[in-house]
């Protein structure tokens, strides 16, 4: 029977087993994409996926994933939460007191039970390995694991605001408005579970601004360390 739990649906679908000899050597490195809305983080990990398809070394580089909305399904799947896909999607993440007040007239779970599983299980797939994790608090939940390379994108604001109505169909006014309330959903969360400045450049390897820099030029550059780092595991 297949196990009912998501995460340890994910485990078994990749026939990863701890006990396993093998699972303790083998390489599992992991890239974490942290992103200002509309900067293009979903962009950056297909392009990364392509890039690492075409590399030799497959030991390091071969059957990666990609994790942003699987995520998403992942944790509204568990039967223990009751969160809908929307809510995820749209990553709010209210005030404590909103939220307290949220629970009096709704049968959901406090969203900090949601969150502290989303972390659970973005560290379980890191450990996991040959994962592109987007968002969801990947570069703190996933410190000290690796070996792997934690991004920040950055863009200027106009170029954001294209984005996001080029991915989502939005008008500029909708993509102003989704852009601050994504922005300081996701600065909220990484303070009161990490009492960290999601800006602060130095909880990252690299803050790349997409406005200037291309996708591709930005996945050579991940690719380049993660050889590095990937050299040094083995060693």
């Known amino acids: 029977m297949s196990p009912a739990n998501p995460i340890e649906r994910f485990l078994h679908g990749h026939m990863y087993d701890k006990r396993d000899a093998s699972f303790a050597t083998r390489l599992r490195p992991f890239v974490t994409i942290s992103r200002q809305a509309g900067a293009g983080g979903l962009t950056l990990a297909k392009t990364l996926l392509d890039r690492f398809e075409h590399e030799d070394d497959k030991e390091l580089f071969g059957e990666w994933d990609m994790f942003d909305q699987k995520l998403v399904a992942m944790v509204a799947e568990d039967p223990d939460l009751r969160v809908s896909v929307e809510a995820l999607l749209s990553e709010q993440y209210h005030k404590a ?45 996933t410190r000290g694991l ?14 954001r605001i294209a984005h996001m109505m080029e991915m989502y169909g939005h008008t500029e006014k909708q993509a102003t408005e989704a852009i601050s309330r994504l922005d300081s959903g996701r600065a909220r969360m990484m303070k009161r579970h990490f009492r960290v400045n999601i800006d602060d450049p130095l909880h990252y390897d690299a803050v790349c601004n997409t406005g200037r ?23």
Do not use: C, N
Not at 123 to 141: D, F, L, P, Y
Not at 223 to 233: G, H, M, P, Q, T
């Open 97 to 141: 007191a909103e939220d307290f007040f949220r629970q009096m007239f709704t049968s959901t779970t406090p969203q900090d039970i949601v969150t502290d599983r989303m972390f659970r299980l973005v560290r379980t797939i890191a450990e996991v390995g040959k994962a592109v994790i987007v968002g969801r608090a990947g570069s703190e939940v």
């Open 146 to 159: 690796g070996p792997s390379v934690s991004v920040r994108l950055v863009a200027p604001e106009q170029a």
């Open 213 to 235: 820099v291309s996708y591709e030029e930005i996945a050579d550059s991940i690719v380049i360390v993660l050889k590095a780092r990937a050299a040094a595991a083995r060693a």
